[in-house]
T-cell receptor, first 115, second 112 residues
Framework: SQQGEEDPQALSIQEGENATMNCSYKTSINNLQWYRQNSGRGLVHLIL?????REKHSGRLRVTLDTSKKSSSLLITASRAADTASYFC???????????????FGAGTQVVVTP | DGGITQSPKYLFRKEGQNVTLSCEQN?????MYWYRQDPGQGLRLIYY???????QKGDIAEGYSVSREKKESFPLTVTSAQKNPTAFYLCASSMQYQETQYFGPGTRLLVL
């Protein structure tokens, strides 16, 4: 079963604009991760935010986590054509739980950045 | 070069045939995973292994089998019992007790 749900399903922006996508989940988590997938390729890990963190940055990426609302957002600033990809959130319920070692992925947000 | 390799890139299966997808990693990771991805959907976990000679069913294990005889290798067999095998299959690995997973390039399985 899918834990995370991304919103929107698709996003089209121009180079230089910011892209924001959201992820909602259902159960308590240990951490939430964001991955990128270029068309027909494997996934690349972008950023991990733990349940006791509220915001994290990595280069042009900014992730927030609101555990009270069970939601996260990924912001890509000053987007480039190379950012065109699908972006997935994945949740981890953590060590010691029945779900340890299992990431639950959402369906993804497809981002298209046009020059 | 460290990483995860999957082969073949494309695989064709005939009706009633079992096929095996290869996944090898040289990252010295303890845990390995197999996911299935259907068009426009996220990844669903088929099987995972946290240590050699041990593996657990994921959310959609029916019609699939795995083995973990070596730390570096985690092959997935798609059996004839899997009635809808057409999908993109992704293998991943991680260090034990660490959450980040590293993915291979994937194998696309098509049914003839």
């Amino acid at each position: 079963s899918q834990q995370g749900e991304e919103d929107p399903q698709a996003l089209s922006i121009q180079e230089g604009e910011n892209a924001t996508m959201n992820c909602s989940y259902k159960t308590s988590i240990n951490n939430l991760q964001w991955y990128r997938q270029n068309s027909g390729r494997g996934l690349v890990h972008l950023i991990l935010i733990r349940s006791n963190e509220r915001e994290k940055h990595s280069g042009r990426l900014r992730v927030t986590l609101d555990t009270s609302k069970k939601s996260s957002s990924l912001l890509i600033t000053a987007s480039r054509a190379a950012d065109t990809a699908s972006y997935f959130c994945a949740t981890d319920e953590g060590y010691g739980t029945d779900s340890w070692g299992k990431l639950q992925f959402g369906a993804g947000t497809q981002v298209v950045v046009t020059p | 070069d460290g990483g995860i390799t999957q082969s073949p890139k494309y695989l064709f299966r005939k009706e009633g045939q079992n096929v095996t997808l290869s996944c090898e990693q040289n990252l010295n990771h303890d845990a390995m995973y197999w996911y299935r991805q259907d068009p426009g959907q996220g990844l669903r976990l088929i099987y995972y292994s946290q240590i050699v000679n041990d593996f657990q069913k994921g959310d959609i294990a029916e019609g699939y089998s795995v083995s973990r005889e070596k730390k570096e290798s985690f092959p997935l067999t798609v059996t004839s019992a899997q009635k809808n095998p057409t999908a993109f299959y992704l293998c991943a690995s991680s260090m034990q007790y660490q959450e980040t997973q590293y993915f291979g390039p994937g194998t696309r399985l098509l049914v003839l």
